[in-house]
């Protein structure tokens, strides 16, 4: 059996694909379980979030689990073999590692990451599917990701508008959690931000788009609300923070608009972020009191100052997990040994006890103790160095070159 990580994420499918292929987090138990009595797997487990579906199994190949993905997902074989990855032995042990750690990460360095990993656990001990290689690869993913979390500065500083958007938010608001989240577009840029955002637990969140069906779309994965354009008016007053980014070629909130929901809110503040060029908020909403406005320029001025410290933890963190791989494939090399190791046991184990029986044998019937030990060590001597010995004994050549070289390093004879 081969340890495989196979599944999409975020860089290999778009949203489109992701949605069709995603476990409820109920169904992630009996999902598992199903794979193993579906399929000749010997352990599995399944990790599904907004971003990524992949399964991890101990398997004679990856092809019967990718087959199994898209049967449970009624989908063809055909339609979603192109945006599946597959990732044999040590390159999934790397693969999880850096999954855990934040590195493949829509969000750089994000730890929700690791709740997921964890639940993706959970379900697996409770479906009987988790055996010791998955148990130990993901127990050591943790490990790992805590490593690098507490000795790098990865996820400290902030390298996209969107997390330069959260930081600036925090220094508004003392809690994000207590704010309501407005975004305006359903474009990347505005999915990038809504991951950010939704991660810190805004009390609710909203997608205004012109075609409401994008926003639902979006708005659906976090659990928010869908607007069309058309409705800003009604509902600007009830969000504190607002996101724009769409391709408009005319701004989408007027300064008089903005007035109208401040005067409604009786003058609680609202932070804006303007990520759309040519922008989405008029210049002129930032003279307002209670309105803290930046656009795309104001906030590349943060992530140029933190995107050399975020490289640096990059590559502290890639070092590591580096290290942590080659031992991890150590481990699991050394695990192929052991049936070999067992029966090599056993087998001692048989001769030893039938040499002790003869010695018990012979001093019952009164032979003199000594001669009995002496017999004893010798019989035992001569049954664990009779198969070496043979094997020396009938080899030629490069074969017994080899063998005389294994022979003296298992039983450190010095030559």
């Not at 750690?101 to 988790?130: F, H, N």
């Not at 508004?172 to 505005?190: H, T």
């Not at 408009?248 to 008089?256: A, N, R, T, Y």
């Amino acid at each position: 059996m081969t340890l495989f990580a196979l599944g999409l994420n975020h860089q290999t499918a778009p949203l489109a694909i992701r949605e069709r292929v995603a476990f409820a987090a109920e169904a992630l138990s009996s999902a598992v379980g199903e794979l193993m009595r579906a399929r000749p797997v010997k352990e599995a487990a399944i990790i599904s979030t907004c971003n990524r579906t992949e399964l991890y199994v101990s398997a004679g190949e990856a092809g019967i689990a990718a087959d199994w993905l898209a049967e449970y997902h009624h989908m063809p074989a055909g339609e979603l073999a192109p945006y599946l990855y597959t990732l044999p032995s040590e390159a999934a042990v790397r693969h999880a590692f850096r999954v855990a750690s934040g590195l493949d990460s829509m969000v750089l360095g994000e730890p929700q990451i690791l709740g997921q990993m964890k639940d993706a656990v959970r379900a697996a001990e409770s479906a009987g599917t988790l055996g010791t290689t998955l148990h130990k690869l993901f127990q050591k993913s943790f490990a790992v990701a805590k490593e690098v979390r507490t000795t790098t500065e990865l996820g400290a500083n902030s390298v996209s508008m969107a997390a330069a958007a959260v930081k600036l938010a925090a220094r508004i608001f003392p809690s994000i959690a207590e704010q309501n989240v407005l975004f305006i577009g359903a474009g990347e840029m505005i999915e990038l931000c809504a991951t950010h955002f939704a991660a810190q637990g805004p009390a609710r969140l909203a997608v205004a788009n012109r075609t409401v069906e994008k926003a639902a779309a979006l708005a659906h994965r976090f659990n928010g609300r869908a607007l069309e354009l058309r409705e800003l008016p009604e509902n600007l007053h009830e969000y504190d923070i607002v996101v724009s980014s769409t391709a408009s070629s005319l701004p989408i909130l007027g300064k008089g608009l903005v007035e109208r929901a401040l005067k409604a809110r009786r003058h609680r503040p609202m932070f804006m972020v303007d990520l759309a060029v040519p922008r989405d908020i008029e210049a002129e909403v930032g003279e307002l009191d209670d309105v803290f406005l930046y656009t795309v320029d104001d906030l590349s001025g943060i992530v140029s100052a933190n995107l050399d410290a975020r490289r640096s933890a990059v590559v502290q963190a890639e070092a590591i997990i580096e290290t942590q791989v080659g031992q991890f494939m150590h481990w699991m090399q050394a695990r192929e040994s052991v049936p070999v190791i067992r029966a090599l046991r056993e087998q001692a184990e048989q001769a030893r006890e039938f040499e002790v029986e003869r010695a018990l044998r012979l001093l019952a019937r009164g032979d003199d103790p000594k001669h009995v030990l002496e017999a004893l060590s010798q019989g035992l001597t001569n049954k664990l160095m009779h198969p070496p010995t043979q094997a020396l004994n009938e080899a030629q050549g490069e074969e017994r070159r080899l063998l005389t070289g294994l022979v003296a390093r298992l039983f450190h004879i010095k030559s």
